[in-house]
């Protein structure tokens, strides 16, 4: 069946460093959604790429769609204690299908 | 709009007791999802709907039920509930028409004992 994966699981940083995470298909996906998910919260949509080679720009975050559509990464520049929490990608199957496929997670410490 | 909402927020069952989670959505979404989370797990897939009427399985179907009955509610049944269905159950909307992102609700947090 199909698998994305996620890593790191989790992530300590310094407040002001960067922080990336990455997440993998087993197979081609039709979209790359992440989302945010606060502590004892729930998730947040914040963006979806559907092209080959996409990248999208949310002020100090950057998400990237790989050449293959199989991989994404999204990268925080310069982290903020606002910006903790669980990442989660989500990838679309086949186009048409109804369904996301929920990376593990990389949870986000920042360290004031 | 109140969005997506959940009922309930918490609950304590025992082995073998059954209860109802009920999802309504106030947005006219067709497509709506049950999700269950558990720890180092992420989030995997119960049921689905893709419109009144209709259900389907997801990931983890089994020890569930789920009906549509409308439009805006998606209801999530146990029949008999085990400790391995303890978990945070969240529900989620999709509008249609070419978007794909999905919408939460705040979550229920499940306990079976």
């Known amino acids: 069946g199909q698998q994305v994966m996620q890593i790191p699981q989790y992530q300590h940083v310094q407040e002001g460093e960067d922080f990336t995470t990455y997440c993998n298909s087993s197979?081609?996906?039709?979209?790359i959604q992440w989302y945010k998910q606060r502590p004892g919260g729930h998730p947040v949509f914040l963006i979806q790429l559907v092209k080959s080679g996409e990248v999208k720009k949310q002020k100090r975050l950057t998400f990237q769609f790989g050449e293959a559509k199989k991989n994404s990464s999204l990268h925080i520049t310069a982290t903020q204690t606002t910006d903790v929490g669980t990442y989660f990608c989500?990838?679309?199957?086949?186009?048409?299908?109804?369904?996301?496929?929920f990376g593990t997670g990389t949870r986000l410490t920042v360290i004031p | 709009n109140a969005g997506v909402t959940q009922t309930p927020k918490f609950r304590v069952l025992k082995t073998g007791q059954s209860m109802t989670l009920l999802c309504a959505q106030d947005?006219?979404?067709?497509?709506m999802y049950w999700y269950r989370q558990d720890p180092g797990m992420g989030l995997r897939l119960i049921h689905y709907?893709?419109?009144?009427?209709?259900?389907a399985k997801g990931e983890v179907p089994d020890g569930y039920n789920v009906s549509r009955l409308k439009k805006q509610n998606f209801l999530l049944g146990l029949e008999s509930a085990a400790p391995s269905q303890t978990s945070v159950y969240f529900c989620?909307?999709?509008?249609?028409?070419?978007?794909?992102?999905?919408?939460f609700g705040p979550g229920t947090r499940l306990t079976v004992t």
């Open positions: 989620a909307s999709r509008p249609n028409g070419g978007r794909y992102e999905q919408y």
């Open positions: 197979t081609t996906l039709s979209n």
């Open positions: 709907s893709v419109g009144e009427g209709t259900t």
């Open positions: 947005m006219n979404h067709e497509y």
């Open positions: 989500a990838g679309g199957g086949q186009t048409g299908a109804n369904n996301l496929f």
